[in-house]
C-alpha cells in the first residue's frame, strides 16, 4: 500500500506537529486540514497511526526541518 502524504493525510499531520513544535498527538482529517472532520487516535487504524508516527518521526530526523520562530 501507498503512502498517502496528501493534505490532512495521517502522514502530514505527523510531519506538520512536528514542524510546528507541537505535541505528537495522532490524528488526521477527512480531507484539508481544518476544512473537514478531524479524526483522533480513538478513531483511527493501526496503519494510521504508524503513518502519522512515520511523518512526524520523517520530520523530526532532518533537524533542519523546523518553523523558524525567531
Known sequence: MRLDRNHGSPYDRGSADSWYGREAVPHY???DTYASERIGKDDMS???IADYWRG???NEADLNARKNVG
Open 29 to 31: 482529517y477527512e480531507a
Open 46 to 48: 493501526a496503519d494510521e
Open 56 to 58: 512526524y518521526d520523517d
